[in-house]
């Protein structure tokens, strides 16, 4: 899928979310405007943003203590 397909997925998904989950539709907006966050969803063989962000979200579970980078 292409970087602009999969970016309207996600702003799609985003728009959904926002109202019962406003973490996951900022989330969904900060990777449909970031080319980075996009080449690495766009890896994933589902496509969706929703099964990008549990495989964050399990990530992050695995190490509750790492510090996020800012940058």
């Known amino acids: 899928m292409d970087a602009a397909t999969l970016a309207r997925h996600f702003r799609a998904f985003g728009r959904g979310a926002a109202p019962e989950s406003p973490l996951y539709g900022r989330l969904a907006e900060l990777v449909a ?39």
């Open 33 to 71: 405007g970031s080319p980075e966050l996009l080449a690495l969803a766009a890896r994933s063989p589902e496509g969706t943003p929703m099964v990008f962000l549990a495989a964050v979200h399990d990530e992050l579970l695995r190490d509750p203590d790492h510090a996020p980078t800012v940058g």
